[in-house]
């Protein structure tokens, strides 16, 4: 059976936990969505912005000091090379076509790195739609380069001082205007979080990336043993993911231990967290025994949120994908053991799931493939600091 | 129960007013206070909001609200250890909380524990009716479940939601969070009508209510009149404990419903 069913349950997670405000509007996003997934037109231009827009297929790079530094065969899926520097870019060229489709003009998103927000505002720039990006105050000081990629792009960036005043709070602003504007505005969601159809549509855009990979792993003769990619909402990792589910290969999603699962100061949900709902669906979250929602911490701006999407509660429970945790100092490691070896500066959230490699067991004839989500332009001053 | 209070202000010709405080602003024994206050001066049902900390449909005011309480540490228990000291001075009360609060305390266990605590009913604002069959089931013969409607629903919807609901509609005003506004937009009372010509059940009517100019024009559409931002605006204005519950008062007589 695939997955989720027509409420948009995966198991006992997901479903559609919103105010009546927006149910209607959810309900034709649902339509609308189920339409293109026929439509042959849709399909074609949506290809065809991948390739000559975002700049698809990403390559599949063998990283070959990794691979002698661990002994074993090291892929990296470039996804920092993709237009606008990440694996976002998939997801809102595809949200993007069907607004267009929908008649809607403008725009809203919620962003934590700012590299959804980035992508976001480049896909209402290329659409003609008008575009707003809800972030947190406490990321526009340490995502400062995108804020002024999206200015430039010419999005209003709204700085949200509520809670910890980051992605989940940004999120929450995100909704009340979605609920205020409902009638004329897109949400544009940027992981596979929020409610049906959210969590699937997101997953089916940015499963090109699995896609891809898989293609490329058969034009170099290999088969993958592991495939490596970052947990914040989970939507880099169901893209990868998610083209070999029902393959014989180990799905490991990274998650942000912070400063130590011990610390209480983390992003890891999965790891530590219990069922819940927030922002439309049930997952696992981060919550005291009362069901107040924990604030998370993580050094990427991308994995600092409480939740994780529905799909990933279900995999986890199901045993099919394996989640394990990286700290703050192991990803600032990764991160520069990539830079100086191989020239490449990963996005802090991609170098969780480089820092993985450090926990897996490695031999000769093992392949390992990194989802690289993105590329680390956004962080250098957090770095600079370090 | 709910039902019968309703059916009792119908055959009296009023509106009933429904006031909105929630638990634990800015203190748990202050906001006690407002609601033995509040069932003084008129409550005909009284909606107790419990905070959590992502109210999506909420505006500034219930918001800061709620992280005043949430910073100091409110939990759920003590919600129902202080609804039960004081049940007996209460008109019926309702709980308006999110779907997290009642979900991780366990349906059963928070449906019980509520009844105890003598509520009769809860509003969930990110509660669908499509997703509230376990809920439903859990509690069933404990406390009812009102459910809302917007103006953004269908005539089917809000067809479906009425069947749904026990005792009473709840209809959202606008499109929007909760917050006061100066005025209502004309949808409103379109709006009602609407809900009107498709139930049979009384409704209520809540959202940026906060004058007696829109109390005046709803009256004659509406069962129920709910206020929350305005009355918290109104308590917090006051420097004094005293003073504030003194301008819930006159907060409420300037209100008319
Ligand atoms: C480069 C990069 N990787 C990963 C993420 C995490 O999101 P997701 O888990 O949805 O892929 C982000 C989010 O901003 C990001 O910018």
Redesign the interface.
Known sequence: MSLPDK?GHFGIFG???????????IGELNKAYAKTKKDKGFQKELKELFKSYVGRPTPLFEATYLSRHYGSKILLKREDLAHTGAHKINNCIGQGLLARKMGKKRIIAETGAGQHGVATATAAAFFGMECHVFMGSEDIKRQAPNVQRMRLLGAEVIPVE??SKTL?DAM?EA??DW?????TTYYMIGSVAGPHPYPMMVRDFQAVIGKETKVQLKKMGLKANNIIACVGGGSNAIGIFYEFIDDKVNLIGVEAAGKGLSSGLHSAPLATG???????S?SY?L?N?????KEAHSIAAGLDYPGVGPEHSYLKDKGRVKYGTVTDTEAIRAFKLLSEKEGILPALESAHALAYLEKIEHKKNKVSVINLSGRGDKDLHILGEK | MIASIFEKARKENRTMLMPYFPVGYPTLSRSKKVFLNLAKNGADLLEVGIP??????D?PVI?KAS?VA?KAGL??EQVFGALNDIKKKLPPTIIMT????????GLKNFARKAAKAGVKGVIV????V??AKDWLAASRDQVETI????????DA?IKK?SKASSSFLYC?SL???TGARNKLPKSTYVFLKRVRSLTKKPIAVGFGISKREQVNELRPLSDGIIVGSSLIKAYTKAKTETDSLKNIEKFIKRLGV
Do not use: C, W
């Open positions: 409420r479903g559609i936990f919103a105010p009546e405000t927006l149910m209607e509007a509520s809670g989940k929450n909704m009340r609920v205020t504007n409902v009638r219990q069922p819940g709902v927030l922002h439309g049930l979250l919550q025994k009362d069901g107040q929602v | 959590f900390s992502d109210p999506i449909a505006g918001q992280t949430l939990k759920v999110y779907y997290n609060l009642l979900y991780k305390n604002p990110d509660l669908t499509e997703e459910f809302l409607v917007a103006p953004t629903s269908s919807r939601i959202v499109t929007g969070v």
